[in-house]
């Protein structure tokens, strides 16, 4: 399988492979900050070969802060029904940081149980992969990594949203629903979406 990993900024993205994608190729130095990357990258995507990609992904972002999350695509045991949210105005999954001494799993469940409320058991069904994206806050410059699961919930569906993460609301939609607003979704998860479920 080509080792290859896409990075989002804004509307465009780099991606870190072994194998030439036929794109233009980073043509400046490791940024410094994420203004200038977006500087760099004026709306074209672009391409850093090395023969081990997330070696040079961490390598190319080292002037930016390791931010490691996780988190899932919830089914409902009991019906057709995923849970997700609106977040920052996108449609989006419960995720969050992993904390010291967590593994990736028991970090997603516990970031769903705080985002949405929902209380019982997770089934691990799969593992759905990572999304990378960079951003600012605060003056800092962020890689985020997101690791990403797809679980089973029994349990009391009764959800409240945890509007202090910024998010607005917690729902559920169909199999059906959700997969036809994924355009509403960041592009990271919906390229992730679409590929693995």
């Known amino acids: 399988m080509l080792q290859k990993y896409k990075v989002f900024i804004e509307s465009t993205y780099i991606i870190f492979s ?13 940024p410094k900050g994420i203004d200038e990357l977006i500087n760099g990258l004026q709306n074209t995507i672009f391409q850093v070969l090395a023969p081990d990609p997330e070696q040079a ?5 080292s002037h930016f802060k390791l931010l490691q999350t996780a988190g899932g695509l919830v089914q409902n045991a009991h019906a057709d029904a995923f849970l997700w949210m609106h977040r920052f105005a ?7 940081k992993i904390e010291k001494g967590e593994g990736t799993v028991q970090a997603a469940i516990r970031e769903i149980e705080e985002e949405t409320g929902l209380e019982g058991q997770f089934e691990l069904l799969d593992t759905l992969g990572c999304t990378f ?26 959800l409240c949203a945890q509007t202090e993460e910024g998010i607005e609301a917690v729902f559920w939609l169909s199999d059906g629903e959700w997969r036809s607003r994924l355009t509403e979704t960041y592009p990271g998860l919906r390229e992730l979406l679409t590929a693995t479920c």
């Open 18 to 30: 072994v194998a030439d994608q036929g794109l233009p190729n980073w043509p400046h130095k490791r």
């Open 57 to 61: 992904m961490l390598a190319f972002f």
């Open 90 to 96: 996108h449609l989006d999954l419960p995720k969050g």
């Open 133 to 158: 994206h960079v951003y600012e806050m605060k003056g800092r410059s962020f890689l985020k990594q997101n690791h990403w699961f797809r679980f089973r919930f029994f349990g009391t569906a009764t």
